[in-house]
């Protein structure tokens, strides 16, 4: 149903603009740098993937780490808000995977949190900054209510995650299978906590530069406009619409950059080329990967 959605919303998008405004005129040396940090945002991803099977006792390599990684990627963008990404342990090692399934669940819950917090920063530049109505936008009544909401939010799901309110938490461990649902007895201690949020907000940081660069790849737009908008369009990821966001994003970034006065071609090939720069691609290897290796099926047991 979600893939479906998301294809039909990209086709009406789609069926707007002219084929030539979408594949032409694209400036390559910038999504040459949108690749080279994709590749950065993966690896300091993967670099926390391997952190977080180190810490159950799951020691594997850099090859193994970067085929689990994005082979559940796969996975994931065939899903609403890649929840499909849970699956992720089962491309890793035997012996904790169903314990890692908790551990994903705490992940995605602080690119959550890195999410918000950077789309809160772009509200209020927006807002503050006169930048509404210098481009002759007026404030939204909803967005003045909506942006309290969003800062309790941004710094309430950590929070949540760490302190672990036993009534809640139980809620979770119904809903997390098994042995996964021991996480919500245990709190991460502050050194994991700033592990997980650092990490959260240095990948949601390079990917919003590498819609920057995609952008700048179809016309001119200052660094400072780009990193504004974009973490308001990035908010329309958490709707659990569409497969991983797909369709929804693009028609978010065509609203939000088309009040700016930037043409809806310009937005949508942008944000297309970022996609599957920084997510289809990777995805397509990793599953690619996966099945070549046989990952699932000769992974050894590794216990510390």
């Not at 970067?66 to 796969?74: N, Y």
């Amino acid at each position: 149903m979600s893939l479906c959605l998301a294809v039909g919303v990209l086709a009406v998008l789609m069926g707007r603009q002219r084929w030539g405004d979408l594949s032409g005129g694209a400036d390559w040396r910038w999504l040459v740098g949108a690749g080279a940090l994709s590749f950065v945002y993966w690896l300091i991803r993967v670099a926390r993937w391997r952190w977080m099977l180190a810490t159950e006792g799951q020691y594997v390599g850099w090859g193994r780490a970067w085929v689990s990684m994005l082979a559940g990627l796969g996975v994931g963008l065939i899903t609403p808000v890649r929840i499909g990404e849970i699956i992720r342990p089962m491309f890793s090692p035997k012996g904790a995977r169903v314990r890692l399934v908790g551990w994903v669940v705490i992940e995605r819950m602080f690119d959550l949190s890195a999410v918000l917090t950077l789309g809160i920063i772009g509200l209020f530049y927006m807002v503050f900054s006169g930048a509404l109505l210098a481009a002759g936008v007026s404030v939204p009544w909803w967005l003045l209510l909506a942006a309290p909401l969003l800062l309790a939010c941004t710094l309430g799901v950590p929070m949540l995650v760490h302190y672990r309110p036993r009534g809640l938490w139980r809620l979770g461990a119904r809903v997390l299978p098994g042995r996964a649902g021991q996480l919500a007895e245990a709190r991460l201690t502050w050194r994991q906590f700033g592990i997980f949020y650092a990490v959260s907000i240095a990948a949601e940081t390079l990917c919003l530069l590498s819609v920057f660069l995609c952008l700048s790849s179809r016309g001119e737009i200052s660094l400072m406009t780009a990193t504004a908008l974009a973490p308001v369009v990035v908010l329309g990821n958490l709707l659990p619409a569409g497969s991983a966001g797909f369709g929804v994003r693009e028609g978010a970034a065509a609203i939000v950059f088309g009040a700016f006065g930037f043409s809806e071609p310009m937005i949508l090939a942008a944000y297309l080329s970022q996609t599957l720069i920084v997510l289809v691609i990777p995805a397509a290897i990793g599953v690619a990967a996966a099945w070549i290796t046989g990952v699932t099926r000769t992974s050894p047991q590794t216990v510390a």
